[in-house]
């Protein structure tokens, strides 16, 4: 899908394209490098993420973005480099109360209504019955919050998951893939509920392979094989990409980063 670009939040580096926070950061990934077995998943990945923003973690499939995502929740072991999250080093216990995360597996139980699976997560972190109203109604579920889980279709499965990160007002929610196989309507419902959350101090990862999320972004970043081509705004990947059309534009910066790695080789192997 083709869609322009909107909003611009941070300042960027003119000759690395990398936005420089103008804060003190809510993530900060220095030299992170992670492997399984001989292959390399992440290759020397280095960025800082503001508070109160959204950051869409934007790449192909096999990017690498569920392990990036999984190295700043603290489950995913670094090779090299360190992750720092809301100041501690990710994976720190008293990070668990402040820090939510959906897989995109969902992770509920299915034998339990919708209204008890969040509100045994709440009570993980004290939230009270109305928090765990709010978090149904700020997902649709509603009208079916009193039916098991095991009887919801997938996306509706995959929104008590969602319901169950949001019951606990995280300081960091970091999403895997969160609008997948969501209908249009519940998915700019979705994104206007991260918008609000944003605003009220919330921090938001979002990762999606679909260029059409980069818009709702404040800042985003750019895997690809490993390696981050990028961290800019939406309107600064239109500028750097040359096109209105995102998708066509992170293009640009994928053939603009193999051209310059041919580049490279080419030069080592002349000298």
């Known amino acids: 899908m083709s869609h322009s670009s909107s909003g611009n939040s941070t300042s960027v580096n003119s000759t690395s394209g990398r936005a420089k926070p103008t804060g003190p950061a809510a993530v900060k990934a220095t030299g992170v490098h992670v492997t399984r077995g001989r292959k390399k998943i992440l290759r020397g990945i280095d960025f800082a993420i503001e508070p109160g923003r959204i950051t869409g973690l934007l790449g192909p499939s096999g990017s690498g973005k569920?392990?990036?995502?999984r190295a700043v929740v603290g489950v995913q072991r670094l090779r090299a480099g360190a992750i720092e999250v809301l100041g501690r080093p990710a994976g720190t216990p008293s990070l668990r109360h402040v820090v939510g995360?959906?897989?995109?597996?969902?992770?509920?139980?299915?034998?339990?209504?919708?209204?008890?699976?969040?509100?045994?997560?709440?009570?993980?972190?004290?939230a009270k019955a109305s928090d765990a109203a709010e978090a149904i109604a700020a997902v649709g579920l509603e009208k079916l919050a009193r039916q098991k889980t095991a009887s919801l279709s997938g996306g509706e499965f995959s929104r008590v998951s969602l319901a169950c990160a949001l019951v606990s007002h995280p300081?960091?929610?970091?999403?895997?893939?969160?609008?997948?196989?969501?209908?249009?309507v519940l998915r700019a419902e979705?994104?206007?509920?991260?918008?609000?959350?944003?605003?009220?101090?919330?921090?938001?990862?979002?990762?999606?392979?679909?260029?059409e999320e980069a818009s709702h972004c404040s800042s985003l970043l750019l895997l690809r094989d490993g390696l981050l081509l990028a961290q800019l705004s939406p309107t600064e990947l239109s500028e750097r990409g040359r096109s209105h059309d995102l998708e066509k534009a992170f293009l640009h910066?994928?053939?603009e980063s193999e051209s310059a790695n041919r580049n490279a080789s080419e030069s080592q192997v002349a000298s």
Not at 190 to 211: E, K, N, P, Q, Y
């Open 253 to 255: 910066i994928i053939q």
């Open 190 to 211: 979705l994104w206007d509920r991260f918008a609000a959350m944003a605003a009220t101090g919330t921090t938001l990862i979002v990762s999606s392979h679909v260029m």
């Open 101 to 126: 995360y959906v897989t995109q597996a969902p992770s509920v139980y299915p034998d339990l209504s919708v209204e008890a699976n969040v509100r045994y997560f709440g009570a993980m972190h004290d």
């Open 66 to 69: 569920t392990t990036l995502m």
């Open 171 to 184: 300081q960091l929610l970091v999403l895997d893939e969160p609008t997948v196989g969501l209908d249009p």
